[in-house]
């Protein structure tokens, strides 16, 4: 069964902590995105990756990094320094990278810092 | 860069009326529009896309219209039915070769 896993649904976590998101896939796609949903605001890219260790800033990378070792898996650190990290994360992948190619969502990480 | 405006951010319809959710878009370089739809609980999931090179695109009960002189796309769904309810999200291809995704819409569909 073929997908994208995102995990934990929910984390909860001190101001001050650094955090990682987990996001694998088994499309076996070559391109990753990390997007945060806030209300109202639609989806923001966070970061990209075309192709195993390389990766791309997306609008909003201050406060995150990402690494990709291995191509199922672009985990996620939200890090002490993004200034208001409670949102919704969606990770997702394509075949390849860029727009014309469609992107197919995990189900979301809900993140809250409290 | 490229900006997405959507409207509205709620629709509510009553089951069987048709609903229409509108983008518009800035960057007139921009040839790629798809439309995602988020159930609760769920991650988008793509329904329906158009490209510049076309006017209008059918699938069922859904269309999409574009019209690139007034750089607005819009998405039509006939027939509502519960099922139908959900976030819907419009995007645009922009310069970076990515997507800028607009605010959403958020659809109810009463039975």
């Known amino acids: 069964d073929g997908g994208i896993t995102q995990s934990p649904k929910y984390l909860f976590r001190k101001e001050g902590q650094n955090v990682t998101l987990s996001c694998e896939q088994n499309l076996n796609h070559d391109a990753m995105y990390w997007y945060r949903q806030d209300p109202g605001q639609g989806l923001r890219l966070i970061y990209y990756?075309?192709?195993?260790?390389?990766?791309q800033k997306g609008d909003i990378a201050e406060g995150y990094s990402v690494s990709r070792e291995k191509k199922e898996s672009f985990p996620l650190t939200v890090t002490s320094a993004q200034k208001n990290p409670t949102a919704f994360y969606l990770c997702?992948?394509?075949?390849?990278?860029?727009?014309?190619?469609?992107?197919?969502f995990g189900p979301g990480t809900r993140l809250t810092v409290l | 860069g490229e900006n997405v405006e959507q409207h509205p951010s709620t629709l509510s319809v009553q089951e069987g009326d048709s609903a229409v959710i509108k983008c518009t878009y800035s960057?007139?370089?921009?040839?790629?529009f798809p439309w995602y739809k988020q159930e609760l609980g769920k991650g988008p999931q793509l329904i329906i896309d158009?490209?510049?090179?076309?006017g209008e695109k059918k699938d069922q009960r859904i269309a999409v219209t574009l019209n690139k002189t007034a750089k607005h796309f819009s998405l039509h769904i006939t027939e509502t039915q519960p099922e139908d309810s959900a976030v819907y999200f419009c995007?645009?291809?922009?310069?970076?070769?990515?997507?800028?995704f607009g605010g959403g819409t958020r659809l109810m569909v009463k039975p």
């Open positions: 158009i490209r510049s090179n076309v």
């Open positions: 995007a645009s291809h922009n310069a970076g070769n990515m997507l800028t």
């Open positions: 990756s075309q192709i195993v260790n390389d990766f």
């Open positions: 997702a992948s394509s075949r390849l990278a860029g727009a014309l190619n469609e992107q197919f």
């Open positions: 960057d007139s370089a921009s040839n790629y």
